[in-house]
């Protein structure tokens, strides 16, 4: 199981931080990864991190802005969100790809596990 946690109402320019908490397997040993959906959009992927070697991932539109980070200890994974723009609202969700180590893309269908999202709405 997965949990996400940390949406909520930004003004433009602001930061968010999410945390998305598993339950029932080590996140450590998975490819976990940020999706967001927009209203009338698909779901897109925002960032990920391998478990072989910690690589992170990021999309063009959040290069330097969103951070990504693990805290095994804590069974966590975290998406600090920096100067937040209005297109980065939606509906954020943390998702689990058990069958690779290593961060290859963002393809809905080969994640297999997924939290119940969380809602980031960036506005003035």
């Known amino acids: 199981q997965l949990v996400e946690s940390g949406g909520g109402l930004v003004r433009p320019g602001g930061s968010l931080r999410l945390s998305c908490v598993a339950s029932?397997?080590?996140?450590?040993?998975?490819?976990i990864g940020w999706f967001r959906q927009s209203p009338g959009k698909e779901r897109e992927g925002v960032s990920c991190?391998?478990?072989?070697?910690?690589?992170?991932d990021y999309v063009d539109s959040v290069k330097g802005r969103f951070t990504i980070s693990r805290d095994n200890a804590k069974n966590t994974v975290s998406l600090q969100m920096n100067s937040l723009k209005p297109e980065d609202t939606g509906v954020y969700y943390c998702?689990?790809?058990?069958?690779?180590?290593?961060?290859?893309?963002?393809?809905?269908?080969?994640?297999?596990?997924w939290g119940q999202g969380t809602q980031v709405t960036v506005s003035s």
């Open positions: 998702a689990v790809q058990r069958t690779s180590m290593d961060c290859s893309g963002y393809v809905p269908s080969e994640y297999d596990y």
């Open positions: 029932g397997f080590r996140l450590g040993y998975v490819v």
């Open positions: 991190v391998s478990s072989r070697d910690g690589r992170t």
